[in-house]
C-alpha cells in the first residue's frame, strides 16, 4: 500500500466520519482512497482553508475529522491551525500535511514541523505505510486525550512509497455528544486568554507523554555511535548502519527530550539527522545535550538519501558505472492537444508580461514558450497583477495574469475582487480545462462533480467574475489562434478590468476523444520553424523538415493554424 | 541483502504499472517489499523514476548510486541518465526506441548518438525494441510489459504463472491478454 492509501485505511478504522481536503503532491491520494469508503463522508474543499474549518466544524459537532494537504497548504489553513490548538477539540480532529522535500512537484521545501512549534500542536512522523495506518489511528486517541488537533507529516518517500500493511476491521464510533461551551470555542480575548493557559498547560502534559509514548524508542545495537532520526531519514540511517543505536522518533513534537538524553549518554557518539532544517538539533542542543554532528554535516537543502548519509558519514561509496556524454534534459511539458498551450503561445508571440500561477499552465514558463515572467504561490497572479498595474498604470496594456479554474476557485476570487473594488486596469486570463489538472485530475467546485462522484450544479466563473465588479467578462476557445489573440488584444485596449475565460477541457479527460493525427507534406514544408515555437511534443524537425509523430498527435489543430504554406493537413 | 531494480522512462509509459506488477509479484513470492515513486510535475512527459526494492527486510525505499541490480529503461537515453545507480555488475535491459526531450525538438540539444552502443561499452546490456514487440501483441502501450518479459529472464526463482497471475490482477481485464502476449514476446526476446 502507498503510504497515503495506508492514511486513509487508518482514517477507515478509527471511525473517522468526515474529510475535506484540497489535493496537492504528495497529499492527494489519501483523500481520494478515503472517498471510496461509503462510511467516510469525503470532499474537496475549495482550498485548505476551508477544508480545516469544515472539519474543525465537523469535530465540533462530535465526529472525528480530518483534513490532509501539502505543505504550502498549511500555510492557507494556518489562520485556523493556531486557534484550533486554541479551542481544542470535541470529536478527534487530524491535519495531515505532507512536505516535498527536494520539490519534486511544489515552489518551496518547507519545513512543517516548525509549524508544530509555533502552534503548539503536537505532531506525528510515520516512517513507512505500516506506520502511516497506525500513526493516523493513534492521532485519534492523542486528539481526544489531550483535546488538541494533531499534526500528521508525512514526506513524499513516506507518501509515495509502498510496503506491507496489516488492515483490521472499522470500528463505528457515535457522535460526541455536543454542548455549547463559548469558553472553550468562542475565541474572543477574554476567553482566549483563559485558553492560552490551557495551551501551555496542555504542552507541558505533552512532553511527559512523549517520553511515555511507544513511538519514541531507542535501540540500542552498537554504541559506538547513536543517530536520533524520524520518519524516512530512519530508513536511510538503518540501511547504511544495520548495527548502529537509534533513538527513532515517531512523536516529533514535544520531543522526548529526556529519553534523547539518557540515549545520549549510551552511546559514544551522538548524530541527529533530519532532512530540510535542524528542528531536532536544535532543540536537542538547547536540553544540554552534546551532538557530535547534524546539520554540519547533512545539509539543510534537498532530501536526504542513504548515499548522503554514508558520504557524510565518511563511508565509502559503492561502486557505479557513469554515462559521461552530456544527456539533454527531459523537463515536463504541457501535453500534445494541451488547451493551454495557444494562450501561451500567444501571450508569447504578443510579448505581454505574465504573471503566472501554480497548475499545469505554470509549464508556461519553459522553452520554447517562455512566458512566464512570475510564479509564486496559489492566487498570486491576481493579486501580483493588481499591484503591478497600479504602480505602473502606463504598462496595463502589456500585462495579463493566467490563473486555472481550480486555483481561480481557491484563492483568485478575492485577488480579483481586489481590482474590482479598487479599480485597477488589469487583464485576467482564467485557463478553465475543466479540471485541477496538476495534481492528477481531481474534481472542482467548476467542473460540475464532487469528489465522489455526484453530480452537481457547477459554480459560473462568469457569474463570479460579473459578482465582485467585472463588467468585461468573455469566454473564448484557446484553440482557435485567431480568436484569442483578438480578445486579448480588445480587452487590453479596454480602459477598466476584465477577464477572459479560456475554456477549453484538458485532453486526457476520458469525455475528450482524441482527433486522428495531422500530418505534413514534406514537400510543402519550408523549414520555416513555425510550428516549433509552440514547443508540442508531436512535433520534430528531421532531415531539414518538421515531422508529426503520429503516436503522439492528438490533432488539435493548433500547428496547422501557424503553417503560412498549408503543409500541414487534418488527417 | 535487499535487492534492487530501478524502472525510468517518459512520463505516460506505464512505468508506474510495471512497477506495481513487479512489486506484486515480489510480494506474493513472500519478499518484504517496497515500491517508491514520484507523482506530479513530473508525469508530464517529463523523465521519471521508480524504485522496487525487495529482500527479507527492506529499508530505504529508494535506490541509491551504486545499487541498482536491474535498471529498466523504457527509452533509449534514460537509461544513461540514471546509470550512476546501477551497481557494479549490474544489467541494464534498456528499449532502443527513441523519444526526443523539448530541448532536443527545439534544437536548443542533440540526441546523443547510437546511446545502445555506448552503454553496451559501460555496462551489461539487453537492448531491444520494445514498441516493435509491443506493436506485434497488438498495442503501442504494452512496452512496459514487453520490457517486465525480458527482466523476468533475469529472475529465475520467480515462476512464469507468478508473472501472468499479476497482470491478470493488476490489468484491466479487456487488456490482460494483450499484455501476456506483450509479456512473453519480451520474456521470450
Ligand atoms: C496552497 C497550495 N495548495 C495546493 C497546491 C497544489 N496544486 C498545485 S497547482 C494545483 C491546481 C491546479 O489546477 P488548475 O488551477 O485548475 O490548473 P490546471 O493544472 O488544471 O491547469 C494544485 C492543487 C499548491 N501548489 N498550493
Given at each position: 500500500?502507498?503510504?497515503?492509501?495506508?492514511?486513509?485505511?487508518?482514517?477507515?478504522?478509527?471511525?473517522?466520519?468526515?474529510?475535506?481536503?484540497?489535493?496537492?503532491?504528495?497529499?492527494?491520494?489519501?483523500?481520494?482512497?478515503?472517498?471510496?469508503?461509503?462510511?467516510?463522508?469525503?470532499?474537496?474543499?475549495?482550498?485548505?482553508?476551508?477544508?480545516?474549518?469544515?472539519?474543525?466544524?465537523?469535530?465540533?459537532?462530535?465526529?472525528?475529522?480530518?483534513?490532509?494537504?501539502?505543505?504550502?497548504?498549511?500555510?492557507?489553513?494556518?489562520?485556523?491551525?493556531?486557534?484550533?490548538?486554541?479551542?481544542?477539540?470535541?470529536?478527534?480532529?487530524?491535519?495531515?500535511?505532507?512536505?516535498?522535500?527536494?520539490?519534486?512537484?511544489?515552489?518551496?521545501?518547507?519545513?512543517?514541523?516548525?509549524?508544530?512549534?509555533?502552534?503548539?500542536?503536537?505532531?506525528?512522523?510515520?516512517?513507512?505505510?505500516?506506520?502511516?495506518?497506525?500513526?493516523?489511528?493513534?492521532?485519534?486517541?492523542?486528539?481526544?486525550?489531550?483535546?488538541?488537533?494533531?499534526?500528521?507529516?508525512?514526506?513524499?518517500?513516506?507518501?509515495?512509497?509502498?510496503?506491507?500493511v496489516e488492515q483490521r476491521e472499522r470500528?463505528?464510533?457515535?457522535?460526541?455528544?455536543?454542548?455549547?461551551?463559548?469558553?472553550?470555542?468562542?475565541?474572543?480575548?477574554?476567553?482566549?486568554?483563559?485558553?492560552?493557559?490551557?495551551?501551555?498547560?496542555?504542552?507541558?502534559?505533552?512532553?511527559?507523554?512523549?517520553?511515555?509514548?511507544?513511538?519514541?524508542?531507542?535501540?540500542?545495537?552498537?554504541?559506538?555511535?547513536?543517530?536520533?532520526?524520524?520518519?524516512?531519514?530512519?530508513?536511510?540511517?538503518?540501511?547504511?548502519?544495520?548495527?548502529?543505536?537509534?533513538?527513532?522518533?515517531?512523536?516529533?513534537?514535544?520531543?522526548?527530550?529526556?529519553?534523547?538524553?539518557?540515549?545520549?549518554?549510551?552511546?559514544?557518539?551522538?548524530?541527529?539527522?533530519?532532512?530540510?532544517?535542524?528542528?531536532?538539533?536544535?532543540?536537542?542542543?538547547?536540553?544540554?545535550?552534546?551532538?557530535?554532528?547534524?546539520?554540519?554535516?547533512?545539509?539543510?537543502?534537498?532530501?536526504?538519501?542513504?548515499?548522503?548519509?554514508?558520504?557524510?558519514?565518511?563511508?565509502?561509496?559503492?561502486?557505479?558505472?557513469?554515462?559521461?556524454?552530456?544527456?539533454?534534459?527531459?523537463?515536463?511539458?504541457?501535453?500534445?492537444?494541451?488547451?493551454?498551450?495557444?494562450?501561451?503561445?500567444?501571450?508569447?508571440?504578443?510579448?505581454?508580461?505574465?504573471?503566472?500561477?501554480?497548475?499545469?499552465?505554470?509549464?508556461?514558463?519553459?522553452?520554447?514558450?517562455?512566458?512566464?515572467?512570475?510564479?509564486?504561490?496559489?492566487?498570486?497572479?491576481?493579486?501580483?497583477?493588481?499591484?503591478?498595474?497600479?504602480?505602473?498604470?502606463?504598462?496595463?496594456?502589456?500585462?495579463?495574469?493566467?490563473?486555472?479554474?481550480?486555483?481561480?476557485?481557491?484563492?483568485?476570487?478575492?485577488?480579483?475582487?481586489?481590482?474590482?473594488?479598487?479599480?485597477?486596469?488589469?487583464?485576467?486570463?482564467?485557463?478553465?480545462?475543466?479540471?485541477?489538472?496538476?495534481?492528477?485530475?481531481?474534481?472542482?467546485?467548476?467542473?460540475?462533480?464532487?469528489?465522489?462522484?455526484?453530480?452537481?450544479?457547477?459554480?459560473?466563473?462568469?457569474?463570479?467574475?460579473?459578482?465582485?465588479?467585472?463588467?468585461?467578462?468573455?469566454?473564448?476557445?484557446?484553440?482557435?489562434?485567431?480568436?484569442?489573440?483578438?480578445?486579448?488584444?480588445?480587452?487590453?485596449?479596454?480602459?477598466?478590468?476584465?477577464?477572459?475565460?479560456?475554456?477549453?477541457?484538458?485532453?486526457?479527460?476520458?469525455?475528450?476523444?482524441?482527433?486522428?493525427?495531422?500530418?505534413?507534406?514534406?514537400?510543402?514544408?519550408?523549414?520555416?520553424?513555425?510550428?516549433?515555437?509552440?514547443?508540442?511534443?508531436?512535433?520534430?524537425?528531421?532531415?531539414?523538415?518538421?515531422?508529426?509523430?503520429?503516436?503522439?498527435?492528438?490533432?488539435?489543430?493548433?500547428?496547422?493554424?501557424?503553417?503560412?504554406?498549408?503543409?500541414?493537413?487534418?488527417? | 541483502?535487499?535487492?534492487?531494480?530501478?524502472?525510468?522512462?517518459?512520463?505516460?509509459?506505464?512505468?508506474?504499472?510495471?512497477?506495481?506488477?513487479?512489486?506484486?509479484?515480489?510480494?506474493?513470492?513472500?519478499?518484504?517489499?517496497?515500491?517508491?515513486?514520484?507523482?506530479?510535475?513530473?508525469?508530464?512527459?517529463?523523465?521519471v523514476v521508480t524504485y522496487v526494492k525487495?529482500?527479507?527486510?527492506v529499508y530505504s525505499p529508494i535506490v541509491?548510486?551504486?545499487?541498482?541490480?536491474?535498471?529498466?529503461?523504457?527509452?533509449?537515453?534514460?537509461?544513461?541518465?540514471?546509470?550512476?545507480?546501477?551497481?557494479?555488475?549490474?544489467?541494464?535491459?534498456?528499449?532502443?526506441?527513441?523519444?526526443?526531450?523539448?530541448?532536443?525538438?527545439?534544437?536548443?540539444?542533440?540526441?546523443?548518438?547510437?546511446?545502445?552502443?555506448?552503454?553496451?561499452?559501460?555496462?551489461?546490456?539487453?537492448?531491444?525494441?520494445?514498441?516493435?514487440?509491443?506493436?506485434?501483441?497488438?498495442?503501442?502501450?504494452?512496452?512496459?510489459?514487453?520490457?517486465?518479459?525480458?527482466?523476468?529472464?533475469?529472475?529465475?526463482?520467480?515462476?512464469?504463472?507468478?508473472?501472468?497471475?499479476?497482470?491478470?490482477?493488476?490489468?484491466?481485464?479487456?487488456?490482460?491478454?494483450?499484455?501476456?502476449?506483450?509479456?512473453?514476446?519480451?520474456?521470450?526476446?
Amino acid at each position: 500500500m502507498l503510504g497515503n492509501e495506508a492514511i486513509a485505511r487508518g482514517l477507515y478504522e478509527a471511525g473517522v466520519k468526515y474529510i475535506s481536503s484540497y489535493p496537492g503532491t504528495p497529499s492527494t491520494e489519501i483523500s481520494e482512497v478515503a472517498a471510496e469508503y461509503d462510511e467516510m463522508y469525503a470532499e474537496w474543499a475549495p482550498n485548505e482553508k476551508v477544508a480545516l474549518e469544515s472539519a474543525l466544524g465537523a469535530s465540533l459537532a462530535g465526529a472525528r475529522s480530518f483534513t490532509a494537504m501539502k505543505h504550502v497548504g498549511l500555510n492557507v489553513a494556518a489562520d485556523p491551525l493556531f486557534t484550533s490548538a486554541y479551542t481544542g477539540v470535541n470529536g478527534g480532529l487530524v491535519v495531515c500535511v505532507a512536505d516535498d522535500p527536494a520539490m519534486h512537484s511544489s515552489q518551496n521545501e518547507q519545513d512543517s514541523r516548525h509549524y508544530a512549534r509555533a502552534a503548539k500542536l503536537p505532531m506525528l512522523e510515520p516512517a513507512d505505510s505500516a506506520e502511516c495506518r497506525d500513526f493516523a489511528k493513534a492521532a485519534y486517541e492523542l486528539s481526544e486525550r489531550f483535546d488538541t488537533p494533531v499534526l500528521l507529516r508525512t514526506c513524499t518517500r513516506v507518501a509515495h512509497s509502498q510496503s506491507l500493511v496489516e488492515q483490521r476491521e472499522r470500528e463505528e464510533r457515535a457522535l460526541m455528544p455536543y454542548a455549547k461551551n463559548p469558553a472553550k470555542y468562542v475565541m474572543n480575548p477574554g476567553f482566549a486568554y483563559k485558553r492560552h493557559f490551557a495551551v501551555e498547560d496542555r504542552l507541558q502534559e505533552m512532553a511527559r507523554y512523549s517520553e511515555t509514548c511507544a513511538f519514541n524508542y531507542a535501540d540500542i545495537r552498537d554504541t559506538s555511535v547513536g543517530f536520533v532520526c524520524a520518519g524516512t531519514c530512519y530508513q536511510y540511517v538503518r540501511e547504511v548502519f544495520p548495527d548502529a543505536s537509534i533513538y527513532k522518533i515517531g512523536l516529533s513534537f514535544p520531543l522526548p527530550l529526556e529519553s534523547i538524553k539518557a540515549f545520549a549518554a549510551k552511546v559514544e557518539k551522538l548524530y541527529v539527522v533530519e532532512e530540510l532544517d535542524g528542528v531536532f538539533e536544535t532543540e536537542i542542543r538547547a536540553a544540554g545535550i552534546h551532538v557530535d554532528g547534524g546539520k554540519d554535516l547533512f545539509g539543510n537543502i534537498g532530501e536526504l538519501s542513504q548515499s548522503k548519509i554514508a558520504a557524510a558519514m565518511g563511508v565509502p561509496a559503492k561502486e557505479n558505472a557513469s554515462f559521461t556524454e552530456a544527456l539533454p534534459a527531459r523537463p515536463p511539458v504541457m501535453c500534445a492537444g494541451c488547451p493551454h498551450r495557444g494562450v501561451f503561445y500567444t501571450l508569447s508571440k504578443l510579448k505581454l508580461t505574465v504573471l503566472g500561477d501554480i497548475g499545469c499552465y505554470t509549464l508556461g514558463a519553459s522553452a520554447p514558450l517562455s512566458a512566464v515572467d512570475s510564479v509564486v504561490c496559489m492566487g498570486a497572479s491576481v493579486s501580483m497583477l493588481h499591484g503591478f498595474n497600479t504602480v505602473r498604470p502606463e504598462g496595463s496594456g502589456k500585462c495579463v495574469a493566467v490563473i486555472g479554474d481550480s486555483t481561480f476557485l481557491h484563492s483568485g476570487i478575492t485577488a480579483l475582487t481586489d481590482i474590482a473594488y479598487n479599480r485597477s486596469v488589469s487583464t485576467v486570463l482564467i485557463l478553465d480545462n475543466s479540471i485541477t489538472g496538476m495534481t492528477g485530475h481531481q474534481q472542482n467546485p467548476a467542473t460540475g462533480y464532487t469528489l465522489k462522484m455526484q453530480a452537481v450544479p457547477p459554480v459560473s466563473l462568469e457569474k463570479v467574475c460579473e459578482g465582485v465588479g467585472i463588467r468585461r467578462v468573455r469566454s473564448v476557445d484557446p484553440s482557435d489562434l485567431k480568436a484569442l489573440e483578438e480578445a486579448i488584444k480588445e480587452e487590453l485596449a479596454a480602459d477598466e478590468p476584465s477577464v477572459i475565460i479560456c475554456r477549453k477541457p484538458c485532453m486526457l479527460l476520458k469525455y475528450v476523444k482524441p482527433n486522428p493525427p495531422f500530418s505534413i507534406e514534406r514537400e510543402k514544408c519550408k523549414a520555416c520553424r513555425s510550428c516549433m515555437k509552440l514547443g508540442c511534443p508531436a512535433l520534430r524537425f528531421e532531415a531539414g523538415k518538421a515531422l508529426i509523430d503520429n503516436t503522439q498527435c492528438v490533432g488539435c489543430g493548433l500547428c496547422k493554424q501557424l503553417c503560412a504554406f498549408g503543409a500541414i493537413k487534418e488527417a | 541483502m535487499a535487492k534492487s531494480i530501478m524502472i525510468v522512462g517518459v512520463g505516460g509509459q506505464g512505468t508506474l504499472l510495471a512497477s506495481r506488477i513487479i512489486g506484486y509479484v515480489l510480494v506474493n513470492k513472500g519478499f518484504d517489499v517496497k515500491l517508491s515513486e514520484v507523482h506530479g510535475m513530473s508525469q508530464r512527459g517529463g523523465s521519471v523514476v521508480t524504485y522496487v526494492k525487495y529482500g527479507d527486510k527492506v529499508y530505504s525505499p529508494i535506490v541509491d548510486k551504486g545499487e541498482a541490480d536491474f535498471i529498466l529503461s523504457f527509452e533509449a537515453i534514460e537509461g544513461a541518465r540514471y546509470l550512476e545507480m546501477l551497481k557494479k555488475g549490474g544489467t541494464l535491459i534498456t528499449n532502443t526506441h527513441e523519444i526526443y526531450p523539448i530541448p532536443v525538438i527545439t534544437g536548443a540539444m542533440s540526441y546523443p548518438e547510437n546511446p545502445t552502443e555506448k552503454l553496451s561499452a559501460l555496462c551489461d546490456t539487453k537492448a531491444l525494441d520494445a514498441l516493435a514487440l509491443a506493436r506485434e501483441a497488438g498495442s503501442e502501450k504494452a512496452v512496459n510489459t514487453v520490457l517486465m518479459g525480458v527482466l523476468s529472464r533475469y529472475m529465475p526463482d520467480i515462476e512464469e504463472e507468478l508473472w501472468l497471475k499479476a497482470i491478470e490482477e493488476l490489468v484491466k481485464p479487456k487488456f490482460v491478454e494483450l499484455n501476456k502476449k506483450a509479456f512473453m514476446l519480451g520474456r521470450n526476446a
